[in-house]
Each structure stands twice: as structure tokens, then as C-alpha cells.
């Protein structure tokens, strides 16, 4: 039947690359098997190594310095005296990779004397030609370079095996990997005894520096202390101790006459405006009303007493101008006299106020000495119990012990990564190799590339094919497939039916004669091109005739043959045109074969005649360029596929 025809575009089909790998499986299997087996050689005779574990746990103090009571704490940040931040696993783990740490793990445990981490051959000889160079540019290795290199090769290999790292639960792990399995655990346990001794050094050393430290401090402290004290006294003996208090009274006093002085100021204002309304002559009692309102001064008690009148305020009677001058000098005298004073105040204000300061200082210096003092004096205790004191803070949680098992080469891995690797070789190989065959192995793809009016199955017509031609009339009339009847309808408007052969598991002959026999059972004057059969063999001679140049041979019982037909000289021809078109009046439809390589020559002449192309493919056979080229020259119009 009739397939989908697909679209074609150039993006990767992986469909496509599938099926190239599904029709090399067999490649892919024997490529897989003999990584396996090589893989499997490997982890059988590799060198087996051994991982010894030791995990220890080191306990430290949360400040690794001072523990201050919670009552002196505020005093001592004053004091500028505190805790130091711990180093936490961390920063034991850096130094444990550090080239310091490596080195004198190396001379305590003599990796010198171990190939495994000592490589190095310092008497080998060089090949001939290095020798040679080094020979004419006179370079000479020195000891001291040796013992670095040797140094720099331990420390490789150190980061190599050895692994130390932090635990989920915060503990410490070194696994050492060995050739030995006695020298793993000898080698794990050793280095931690190694971090043992380091951490229990410098914790002593730490104690030691803490209280030679607080004793220096706390020296310091009490002679600060001695000096504070001494300014303290010294300055009492110089100065009064209650310049605060005798600053406070000051400032009183002065506040005092500050507000005795704006009033007098009042008073001279009001008296200015009296003096003013005495010359006017205007003194009645409106004016005194306005005045009031303007200057509530004029019913002040001191103001009246001053000029001589009745505290009453109905009892208003309008001083003299004389008067008036008189209460204005006496008050301009007061306001001078007032300045004066304030003038006094402030400079013994100033000079109160610095002293005062100077004695507030002084204080502050004292009880900043004294609680220094007070603190170091209880941190000296604390730390001098303390110090006797040695707790287990380095905990064992496991000995490294003799490894039973190797931890490499892991056998399984490496099986899993050889078959891994085994099929990812096998397929780019297989992909490789079908890209570089250019065959179709997928047939959505052939299709997709031929374009043909009809894709058909050719699967149930290759045993039918195949029989000779009295057989092939006999088994036709018996029986159409329905494949064969598409084929005869797709064809039946073409004069010429040209089959060419691409691959297919059938030949273009044996196609050609099928679809001529079916042809012919259709009441159709047919007549064959065959070049690989001869006319004697497959059909009974009737009779001879020449049609333009042309010996065909005549049968009343099927269809005409051509008789010792040759391609070759058939299309190449100068009377070719003359001849095809002469043959195509007198027959309803001709098919012309060819399984050599001018084919497609061959369809380039037949162009102009627009025959009914038929292509016989088959998948890992049928070329992809083969099928481009005939799709270039003239559209495809039945596909047989197997």
C-alpha cells in the first residue's frame, strides 16, 4: 500500500542514528564484550591498594582563651580583655595539607624510605640524548635541588593518599591508602598521634602565654592604677575638690543678675516713654491706658516703688520729668554695675568649669584603673586554677586497623565503566561507519529523500518475482496482490516504465518482467527491455520484426521482448529519439530495465519522454546519494522497499 511520504529538512533525524546503531548491534556487542574483558583483565591485575581509617574528635574550649565571670565582662571589654577565637577543624585540616605538616610527618614516619610516597630516583640515568644536552650546556643537579625534589615528590604523593576530612557529626577522619595493608593502618594511626602531640603543645603553650600575659597586664594595670591615684591627689592638694559645686552656685548667682539686668533694661524703656510723654504734655488718664496696654511694666510693684508712688494701681499719678531723669541715671548706674558682675561670674564660671572637668576626668581615669584591676586581678586567679587542670579534650573514636579488603581498583566499576565504555565505542563506531556508507537504515528517511508518488513494500512480490515467466502468467491470474495492482495504476498513465535497480533484493529484470506481465494481463500491448534476458529462453518465438532498427521478438501468449538488447548502444544512439518514438505508437506501454551503472545516464535521455521511473531499494544497501541523483534528474514514482 501507499505510505506517508515524510518531509525533509536538515535537522538530525534520531530515528536515523537508532537505526544505524540497532543495524550494527552485532559490531556494538562485540565491542562491549571485548571491553568488558579487557576491563575485567585490568581489575583482576591491577595493583591492589589498601584505605586505612582513623576518626578522633578534638574538644576545645568555646573562647580557647580567658573565661570572664558574666559580672566582669562589661568591665573587661573596657579593659580591652577577651576571649581569642578557637581554630576549628578547618583550619586543621588546611594545616594537616600545609608542606610544614607534611614534612615533619614525613621525617616521624620516614617516607623517605617508602616507594609508595618516595618516587624519586635520584641515581637514575637519563636517556642517551638528555644526557648529551645536559652534557654540552654543563647543567649539574646539586644536593640541595635533589632534597627538594624529593621533598616536593613526598608532599604529592602525601596529598594523594592521605585524605583528612570533617564528618557529618564534626569529627576528624585521615584515611591512608597503601600497597600494604600494615603500613595504611601504621601510617593513619601514626599521623594522628602526630595531631595529637601538636594540639596538647600548643594548648600548653597557650596556658603559658595566657598567664604570663595576665601577669604582665595586671602589673600594668596596678601601676596605672598608682598613677591615677597620685594625679588624684595631687590635684586636690592644688585645687578645691568642690569646683563642681562652686560652679553649680556660680550659675545660679549668674543666672540672677542676668535677670535683673533685662529688667532694669525694662525700666529704662518704660522711664524713656514717660520722659517722652511728660514733654508732650499729655497726661491724662487715655494716655495712661495706652500706656498700660504698651508697657505692662508701668503696674510693676519695683517699678512704682522706684519712683516713689503707691503700689495701688488705681493710685497713678504722672512723676515729674525731673524725677524721671533721676530714677534713669540711678538705673543706668545699677546696669553697669550689673555688667560688672556678670562679667566676674563668667570668668570664675570658666575657670570653675575646667577645673571641675579636669576632676571629672581624673575620677573616670581612677575607676577605669580600678576595675581593670578588679578583672585581671579574678582572671589571674581563674587561669592559675585552670592551668592546673589538663582535660581529655583529644577523643579516639577509631584506631585504624588492618584493612582485610582492597579499596581499589573496584572491581565491579570498573566492569560497569568498561561496558559503559564499550557501548559508547561501539556505537561511534557503528555511526561512523554509517555515515561513511551513506546507506539508508532508516526508511522513514528513504522516503523522505525519494518523494515517490508511491512507497510500496516489495516483501510479498519477491517469490512471485522470481518465477519464470509461464509460471509468473499462471500465478498472476490466480492471484493480484494488492501492492502489484497500486503499482499498475499508479503506472498506468506512463507509456514508458523505466525500473532501476538501487540496492533492492530483487533485480530490476525480474521487477521489470512482473510489472510488464501484470501490464499484459490488463489487455495491454507491453513490450520488455531486458538486457539480461534473451528471447530464446523466455518466451516461444512467434515471429521477428524490425521496427526502426529494432529485432523484436513477438509472442501471442505475453508480451513482446527486444531482442540482444543493448543499453548502451540503444541510448546512445542517433537515432534514439527516432526509435523510441516509433515504438511508443505501436505499444500501449514499454518497460525498459537496467541494473548497471548507466542508469542514471540512461534516465537523462528518457527525460524528454517523462517515463513512469520505478527504483528497487533496500535498507543498508540503498545509497543515499544514489537516490538524490535520480530524484534530481526525474521525480520518483514507485519506491519498492524491502
Known sequence: MTEQNYSNNDEIDLSDLFSIIWAHKILIGIVTSLSIFFSGYYAVTAEKKYTAR???QIEQEGSNGFSIPGEFGVLASFAGVGGVASSGSEVLLERMTGREFILQA??????????????????????LWK?????????????????????????????EYVVASETAAGAIEISVTHESPDKAAQYANGLMEIVRLMIEEEENKSKDFRLSYLAETLADALQEMETAQNNLKNYALENSTAAQENFIVGSLELDSLRVELRETNGFINVLDKLSELVKQGNLNDGTYQTLRVNLPLVDDVNFRRILGMSETISAWSWPDLETINNVNDTLQDRI???????????????????????LAELNRDMKIAEATFTVLTEQVK????????????????????????????KRNLILVLGAVLGLFMGSAISLINGMRSGVFYNRASMLSQARAISALRFTSLRRIAQLPFSKLIIALEKRRPAVLIEAAITLSRKKIVYVVHSGGKTSASQTAQLLATQSFLSDRNILLF?????SEDKLKESKLKDVAGLSIVTSEEGFDLVRSFDGFSFFTSKNFEEQLNAIVS???????????????????????????????????????????KLQSIHPISILFHD
Open 382 to 409: 581563674s587561669q592559675s586554677l585552670v592551668a592546673g587542670f589538663k582535660p581529655e579534650t583529644f577523643k579516639v573514636f577509631s584506631y585504624a586497623s588492618v584493612p582485610l579488603a582492597p579499596s581499589s581498583p
Open 336 to 358: 553697669l554695675r550689673l555688667n560688672v558682675e556678670i562679667a566676674d561670674i563668667e570668668e570664675n564660671a570658666k575657670r570653675l568649669a575646667s577645673s571641675a572637668e579636669d
Open 586 to 628: 505501436l505499444y500501449d506501454q514499454i518497460f525498459i530495465s537496467s541494473n548497471d551503472q548507466y542508469a542514471k545516464a540512461f534516465l537523462h535521455a528518457m527525460k524528454p519522454f517523462d517515463p513512469g521511473l520505478v527504483v528497487m531499494t533496500c535498507l543498508r544497501k540503498t545509497k543515499k546519494n544514489s537516490i538524490e
Open 131 to 159: 644526557a648529551i644536552i645536559k652534557k654540552l650546556i654543563g647543567w649539574q643537579k646539586s644536593i640541595q635541588e635533589e632534597r627538594l625534589i624529593i621533598q616536593d615528590t613526598i608532599r604529592k604523593n602525601y596529598l
Open 530 to 534: 531486458d538486457p539480461n534476458v534473451q
Open 106 to 127: 614525613s621525617q616521624k614516619l620516614k617516607f623517605e624510605d617508602d616507594p609508595v610516597f618516595q618516587t624519586y630516583v635520584p641515581n637514575s640515568k637519563d636517556p
Open 54 to 56: 582513623t576518626v578522633f
